[in-house]
């Protein structure tokens, strides 16, 4: 009996098993979605409100790579009243030399305000001048023009900094295990250097038809009944070539204002797929999107988690960082 009990026991856990890697199998097959769409030039007055042409630089840091290759570069959206956020990134996962050997750098991509402020502004260069790591461009600020920020985020690194090997776009309220991230990265090898996009995974979306939603997309916008497979927002990793490929697929791509699904539009015209960021078997989604209570094991396996204020993430940032640290 207990060998029959062992052998129904082995014979579920191999189904389950199968049944996962199904799972992922369909997060990243294009055979669910239709074939790629035809480029059709998307009308001037349109592609002009994402395009970096239409804006100039306030703050830049164009040598930034120059003579370098850096192995990743962290673009973070932050706004201009942001300064708690940018400090508790430079003492934690932002911080410089955090690996030895592996050669990191940190962004901050900014807007302006609707309204200007000459105090915030003057503070903000003090700033720039200081650490050297504030881009800032003349559009404004906003949550519905994020798609601008991340377009000129790809621009950016498609202009100053090709010679990385990847670049990261992770929100300013993220914990980022930068250990294992790059740990992660060296074990996907050379598959990993060319149209690759790793991340949490969005691949049954649908847009939202209500007005008061607050991901509300008109039918005019985007007839559209699903969306493609896209990455979360709240952070993801890409092979620094899709840079210019994303900022050149942008121009078959009438804009919304929803920027990982705007992403993800692009690379649907570029027959990209992104990858979905998993271990054992998909179990553990190593791109946490939802906010999870600290605990030092669970957050040393995964690569980010969302949802932190500047304070909680430095408490959290020593406590994981403390020497006497097992799992």
Known sequence: MRKRSRFKLLTYLAVAGLITLLVIFAFNSTVLWPSLPKKTPTPKNLHDVISPSTYRFILNQPELCENKSPFLVLMIPVTINGREARTAIRKTWGQYGLIPGVNILHLFIIG??????????????????????????????????????????????????????????????????????????????????????????????????????????PEDLYPGTWYPPYVSGAAYVFSTDLARKISWASRFVRPIPLEDVYVGMCLHVLGVKPFYATRFLGLRNLFEVRRLDYERCTFSKRIVVNGFKPQNLLHIWHDFQKSEFTC
């Not at 991340?150 to 090709?162: G, L």
């Not at 914990?175 to 050379?190: I, K, S």
Request: charged share 25%; hydrophobic share 35%.
């Open 112 to 217: 302006q305000p609707a309204q200007s402020d000459p105090v915030l502004q003057e503070h903000l260069e003090r700033e720039s001048k200081e650490y050297g790591d504030i881009i800032q461009m003349d559009f404004v600020d906003s949550y519905h023009n994020l798609t601008i920020k991340t377009m000129m985020m790809m621009n950016w690194i498609a202009t100053y900094c090709q010679g990385a090997w990847y670049t990261m776009k992770i929100d300013a309220d993220v914990f980022l295990n930068v250990r294992y991230l790059v740990d992660y990265l060296h074990d996907q090898g050379e598959s990993s250097r060319k149209d690759y996009i790793t991340g949490s995974v969005i691949s049954d979306a649908v847009p939202h038809r209500e007005s008061f939603n607050k991901w509300y997309i």
